[in-house]
């Protein structure tokens, strides 16, 4: 059974930054796509970031393109999500995600079917 804890949300004023962790186990392999996603009060979950574990291709949603980065380590137990020049509209619930059976990047939300707990990440202005 697949596993994601995340970690390292918190209150940042806007134009401040902060990486997401989210720390995976369980039988992940090459053949897993793993996202982020995102959302906020009275809102839908929204997707943010993706990359794909076997070639590492990524994608992003158009606002967050040039300001979040997700990446990998190399043993692919950890997802990053790096977020910089963080706005106020930032502002939600951040989950990690896993997609088995999808090699590369996506950002259907229901092609996940793993998900953390969520982090909350506040963007005062």
């Not at 380590?73 to 997609?99: F, G, H, R, W």
Request: hydrophobic residues 35%.
């Amino acid at each position: 059974q697949v596993q994601l804890v995340e970690s390292g949300g918190g209150l940042v004023q806007a134009g401040g930054s902060l990486r997401l962790s989210c720390a995976a186990s369980g039988p992940i392999t090459n053949s897993y796509a793993m996202g982020w996603f995102r959302q906020a009060p009275g809102k839908e979950r929204e997707f943010v970031a993706s990359i794909g574990l076997y070639r590492g291709d990524t994608r992003y949603a158009d606002s967050m393109t040039g300001r979040f980065t997700i990446s990998n380590n190399n043993a692919k137990t950890t997802i990053y999500l790096q977020m910089n020049s963080l706005k106020p509209e930032d502002s939600a619930v951040y989950y990690c995600a896993a997609a088995s059976h999808r090699a590369s990047a996506t950002m259907s939300l229901s092609e996940y079917n793993y998900w953390g707990q969520g982090a909350q990440v506040t963007v005062s202005s």
